[in-house]
């Protein structure tokens, strides 16, 4: 049900879009079309479920202990059925290889199958929505030393490629069991605190291990491999293997997604302007999208105009087609669900603002070397009535504007979490 106040403000800001030459609808149209993948590890501060000991090691640390943490998977998904629920569209799950379902059972992680993870591919089916994999380079005695691919023990880097095989294989069985593909994304912590003198070694090793676990072909209308790098980790400040200059190199020859994280890089280095140069050379990407701030590469997602200057290039680039977006960031200190809510509809609200940019007139005016009309015009998007048609379009879909947002979070919160003290 569309209120007067909102259906009346739509109509004038249709029409002030509509001298610029854009359509709103067509605009709202395409943006019900993306389907953006919701990390399940801000549900839980990255624990999972094969330990109670969670997150532990991997160059990255949640902070916080807001109450109400879900215990099981059952309660990670009506968390994230929640969550879903006040977010305009239909989007996708992006679940990690610790999230299995195994009785209680202990399952080491090159022993894992689709089986440990029917709960999670049955509630998808049921909701009709994709899901997406990680396999778990990290949280494991194994990864204690802070090397697994890359480890010069063969036997524990070979347990590491087993792992990532059974991920793969998991990975593509979603995809063939839920009819939409699913990207399994390859991040590892390897790295060193100081000075390597010994770079390229684990590179190699790197090499080899990623080759191991590609080495089997998979259908890839129900599967797609993404490498994601990264500069700097927790403990591992002065070296990280899997870089961003490796990884590309690794997509462009192996034909992989480049996973570009948008907290990885040094802190004045976005990734906007990435996309445009590696899409000359890769298949396709998939965005993690966060919000580093100083050594933290995951604070919740914004509206900012770092997340903006993505959606833009996205678009005005037309590489809606050709890129998987997913978010990533964890914060235990406010409330988990509002975190998913608020950072998925700021990656929403950046698309639609950037579906409805005056590209045309943009164009022109930068192709007649009128710079002057592009910066005016650019500024004057950012008055534009913007917000009137972010409103109508949850209206639409039938979930509160933002400021609303949050009673129904905490409606849930006072019903749920208390059941969840202890
Ligand atoms: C939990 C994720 O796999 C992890 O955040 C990874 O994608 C990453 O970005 C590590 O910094
Ligand atoms: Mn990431």
Known sequence: MI??????????????????????EKAMETLASISISMQCWQGDDVGGFESPQG???????ATGSYPGKPRTPDELRADAEMAFRLIPGKH??????????????????????????????????????????????????????GFTLTHADEGIRRFWVRHGQACRRIGSYFGQRLGKVCVTNIWIPDGMKD??????????RLIRSLDEI???????????????GKLFG???????????????GYAITRKTLLCLDSGHFHPTETIADKISAVLFYVDGLLLHVSRGIRWDSDHVVLFTDDVRAIAEELVRGQYLDRVFIGLDFFDASINRLAAWIIGMRSMLKALLWALLEPLAALKDAEARGDY??????????????????????????????????????RRYEQEVFPKRRG
């Open 3 to 24: 209120s007067n106040q909102t259906a009346q403000a739509y109509q004038l800001a249709r029409e002030r879009y509509a001298e610029w030459g854009v359509d709103t």
């Open 55 to 61: 997150l532990t090691g991997g160059g990255i640390l």
């Open 92 to 145: 996708r799950f992006n679940l990690h290889a610790i999230y299995l379902e195994s009785g209680g059972k202990k399952v080491d992680r090159d022993e894992i199958g689709p089986e440990h993870f029917q709960g999670w591919v049955d509630w998808a089916a049921e909701r009709g929505i994709g899901l997406d994999f990680n396999p778990t380079f990290f949280s494991h005695p194994l990864a204690a030393s």
């Open 234 to 248: 927790i403990g591992s400040e002065a070296y990280v293997a899997g870089s961003h200059e490796f990884y590309l």
């Open 214 to 228: 590609l080495s089997e072909q998979i259908d890839s209308r129900f599967h797609r491999d993404a490498v994601e």
């Open 372 to 409: 002057t009309a592009r910066l005016t015009l650019l500024e004057a998007e950012k008055t534009a009535p913007f917000a009137a048609v972010w409103e109508e379009y949850c209206a639409r879909h039938n979930v509160p504007r933002d400021d609303l947002v949050l009673n129904e979070v």
């Open 195 to 204: 000075l390597p003198v010994d770079r390229k070694g684990p590179r190699e």
